[in-house]
């Protein structure tokens, strides 16, 4: 058996995995704001649940209280839930999605699903997702696809997104591309966002600037702002940010 694992903080890892941050014992979890992770007989993680002092909460990440897990050969699926258990929309509007794994058990694409397990659009108007991985199963390329099946630009002005990663597998460039291969600006005006990270004894700094299609320093059109500034704690919680 696998005993349940917590943490403070989740995000999305390169891979699609979701990925804790400041490990928690059971007893300390019990009073704390924290993710619980529960695992299937051969250690695949089969729920995530938000907490505060044990009582199942919506999200600060995706804005749900459970995400259940599913497996069949070559796929897997999430499914959002509230605090009872009853389907509900995350962030991006959607109540499930079905990941078509590699191999390597790592998703090439991933598929908006309503609570029936119908195909559904996002809050941008997407219907899946197409993932183009590297060596380390990591999204080096995205791709949207919407209700005919063509690659569209969403909602939000993103249509090929690419990835580099630094040395040590963190993502330091992510542009917007269109069809022909050109940075693409997306509503908020910018098309590549390069970040830098300094990693301290207690935390990591992280400098996110904004360009346009042209290159140029950028402001986001929703914010004004060119370059955001961000020190994570141990525990992955927000502890400075300036603009």
């Not at 999305?12 to 995995?17: G, V």
């Not at 919407?146 to 993502?171: C, H, K, M, S, W």
């Amino acid at each position: 058996a696998h005993p349940p694992s917590y943490f403070f903080t989740i995000d999305l890892d390169p891979c699609y995995q979701f990925a804790g941050t400041g490990a928690l014992t059971e007893e300390d979890a019990a009073g704390a704001n924290c993710y619980r992770f529960a695992y299937d007989s051969t250690g695949r993680v089969r729920q995530i649940e938000y907490r505060r002092a044990g009582v199942p909460m919506r999200d600060p990440l995706l804005g749900v209280a459970r995400i259940d897990f599913e497996y069949q050969p070559g796929i897997e699926r999430r499914w959002f839930r509230d605090a009872q258990g009853q389907p509900v929309r995350d962030v991006d509007g959607i109540q499930g999605e079905e990941l078509t794994l590699n191999a390597a058990g790592y998703p090439t694409d991933a598929t908006n699903l309503d609570d029936s397990g119908g195909r559904a659009r996002d809050s941008s108007g997407v219907i899946h997702y197409v993932r183009t991985l590297d060596d380390h199963n990591r999204l080096v390329m995205g791709r949207r696809i919407g209700l005919f099946g063509a690659a569209i630009t969403d909602d939000n002005g993103f249509f090929e997104t690419r990835t580099v990663y630094d040395a040590q597998g963190r993502p330091m460039e992510r542009g917007n591309y269109d069809v022909s291969g050109n940075l693409l600006n997306n509503n908020d005006g910018v098309a590549l966002v390069r970040t830098t990270y300094t990693i301290y004894p207690d935390s990591t700094q992280t400098i996110e600037s904004y360009y346009d299609a042209s290159g140029l320093a950028a402001e986001e059109k929703s914010s004004g702002v060119h370059q955001r500034q961000r020190t994570l704690d141990q525990r992955g919680f927000l502890t400075y940010e300036s603009y």
